[in-house]
């Protein structure tokens, strides 16, 4: 699974999961409640958390009662989310290649994720997962770079970037607007503080997965920029603890019945007798 997703990606987040736990936001209660609502999750529902990463997210999903089936196509990214959130699997798929049943769930909920998809593929597998009229929500966590030492961190890190995909760029809208398979976006932000130390602002960034794709000598030169950063700017030096602002997005989005999507096929049923959305297509 693995070598069909970006190299960036491939490489970085092998590398970077335990900088992506400790570097990383969760997301804002408010921003959770309003995703909860709008995806319909509670009890007796299934939602697949797709490109669960380290399991932010999934954690936060699985609190609602809901059943959460993750799918994450990086190992050491698997190995950490069913160490955080004891009780998930996390399923090896990508979002171009889902592991699950025709029409198994009732919404796809994806967490600073769908940049790094190939959005026309990906939009017909998510609709094929999704049972009809099916719930697809996105959140993404940006940087507030308004705030000076913010932006000197992305002036830090662009230079490398290469041709690693990013949300800011809504190039990952495309996908939306040409396909018939679902109804517009909506959108809401939340605006929130991450408080964190400065080695946890040096996890933010050698979390960035292009930073940790780097050789070891480029990444520690990278990670010493940030560190000198910390120390000079006014509004950082001398702080035990920083305040690194966040706008957090919510998108939704609700699934089109459409002739041409594929036959819906039963639920295989467990040796217990229950079904499974788990169980893999034929």
């Known amino acids: 699974m693995e070598t069909s997703?970006?190299?960036?990606a491939r490489r970085?987040?092998?590398?970077?999961?335990?900088?992506?736990?400790r570097g990383r936001p969760t997301y804002p209660a408010e921003a959770v409640r309003l995703l909860t609502r709008m995806l319909g999750l509670k009890p007796g529902r299934v939602v697949l958390d797709l490109a669960a990463g380290t399991g932010k997210l999934t954690a936060l999903l699985a609190?609602?009662?809901?059943?959460?089936?993750?799918?994450?196509?990086?190992?050491?990214?698997?190995v950490?989310?069913?160490r955080a959130v004891p009780g998930v699997s996390a399923l090896a798929g990508t979002a171009e290649s889902i592991p699950l049943r025709d029409a198994s769930t009732d919404a796809v909920a994806v967490g600073q994720g769908f940049h790094w998809f190939r959005?026309?593929?990906?939009?017909?597998?998510?609709?094929?997962?999704?049972?009809?009229?099916?719930?697809?929500?996105?959140?993404?966590?940006?940087?507030?770079?308004?705030?000076p030492w913010v932006a000197g961190l992305t002036e830090i890190m662009e230079p490398f970037r290469g041709d690693t995909p990013a949300y800011r760029t809504g190039a990952w809208r495309e996908a939306f607007e040409r396909s018939s398979l679902f109804t517009p976006l909506e959108h809401a932000a939340v605006r929130h503080v991450h408080l964190l130390d400065h080695e946890a602002v040096v996890d933010r960034v050698a979390s960035v997965s292009f930073v940790a794709a780097l050789p070891?000598?480029?990444?520690?030169?990278?990670?010493?920029?940030?560190?000198?950063?910390?120390?000079?700017?006014?509004?950082?030096?001398?702080?035990?603890?920083?305040?690194?602002?966040?706008?957090?997005?919510?998108?939704?989005?609700?699934?089109?019945r459409t002739t041409a999507s594929p036959q819906a096929l039963p639920l295989a049923k467990s040796s217990s007798g229950s079904t499974s959305p788990t169980q893999p297509r034929k």
């Open 5 to 8: 997703i970006h190299e960036s």
């Open 12 to 21: 970085g987040f092998s590398r970077a999961s335990k900088a992506y736990e």
């Open 63 to 78: 609190e609602n009662g809901a059943e959460v089936v993750a799918v994450e196509p990086v190992a050491e990214m698997r």
């Open 80 to 82: 950490a989310l069913e």
């Open 119 to 147: 959005g026309d593929e990906a939009l017909a597998e998510i609709h094929r997962v999704l049972r009809p009229d099916g719930r697809l929500g996105l959140v993404w966590n940006a940087r507030e770079e308004s705030v």
């Open 216 to 256: 070891e000598e480029e990444r520690a030169v990278v990670l010493a920029r940030v560190r000198d950063l910390l120390a000079s700017d006014p509004e950082t030096r001398g702080r035990t603890e920083l305040e690194l602002p966040y706008r957090t997005d919510v998108y939704w989005c609700s699934r089109r």
